[in-house]
């Protein structure tokens, strides 16, 4: 966890940032997370459900004590992984930028961060919230299909100039399409059907006790 100041032992730590909501945490997920770590040699991924994400609808969002413990119970026995409450506990809307800022002054000077998002996040990043200062607080990892290659948005553009777009952009890492999803998942929960090797077996276990996303 970001609070552990103490016992981080490397100075200059190369650390994966996920956030998301985890609406539930799935296979896709860890796939992707352990896919960036060992492609950059990252010395590990803390996951970060937003309490509030300020691009997503709220309307089917499981409670934050239910996520948070999903993604607990999705990552336990990696020790690449850990889980951090950061954003739920500052509440509100979860902003980047702010993690960011909290993380920095948790951490050693010399960690860098990086900052795992999908292809499909490009689109809005000219409306995230001081995209300018986060650039400057971590390194983006674009995570696209083999062969996908993604450019600066007109907008991305006009909002941070052209040099800065390009190094937001600068460190993509290609994996196989996985085709799971969150969306997919709590449908599949509502209509009564199977989501076995979609997410982790304590994860599904969790949803049926809960009766989530009934």
């Given at each position: 966890m970001a609070n552990r100041k103490s016992k981080?032992?490397?100075?200059k730590s190369k650390i994966g940032l996920f956030g998301?909501?985890?609406?539930?945490i799935h296979l896709g997920h860890l796939i992707l997370a352990e896919a960036v770590r060992d492609q950059l040699a990252l010395d590990k991924v803390i996951f970060i459900p937003a309490h509030c994400s300020p691009h997503k609808s709220q309307r089917l969002l499981a409670p934050a004590p239910d996520r948070a413990r999903m993604v607990r119970l999705a990552i336990r026995g990696n020790p690449r992984f850990e889980f951090s409450d950061i954003e739920l506990k500052r509440r509100g809307r979860?902003?980047?930028?702010?993690?960011?800022r909290q993380l920095h002054a948790a951490y050693p000077p010399q960690t860098e961060f990086f900052f795992l998002i999908g292809a499909d996040t490009i689109p809005e990043?000219?409306?995230?919230?001081?995209?300018?200062?986060?650039a400057k607080l971590c390194q983006f990892v674009v995570v696209n299909r083999p062969g996908g290659k993604v450019a600066?948005?007109?907008?991305?553009?006009?909002?941070v100039g052209n040099r800065v777009a390009r190094r937001i952009l600068s460190t993509q890492v290609a994996i196989p399409?996985?085709?799971?999803?969150?969306?997919?998942?709590?449908?599949?929960?509502?209509?009564?059907?199977?989501?076995?090797?979609?997410?982790?077996?304590p994860v599904g276990r969790y949803i049926a006790?809960?009766?989530l996303y009934r």
């Open positions: 981080i032992e490397n100075p998301g909501s985890f609406n539930p979860s902003y980047t930028v702010e993690t960011l990043l000219s409306e995230w919230r001081e995209i300018g200062a986060l600066p948005t007109p907008k991305l553009v006009k909002a399409p996985i085709g799971i999803s969150s969306t997919d998942i709590r449908r599949r929960v509502q209509a009564g059907r199977s989501i076995a090797y979609l997410v982790p077996a006790a809960h009766a």
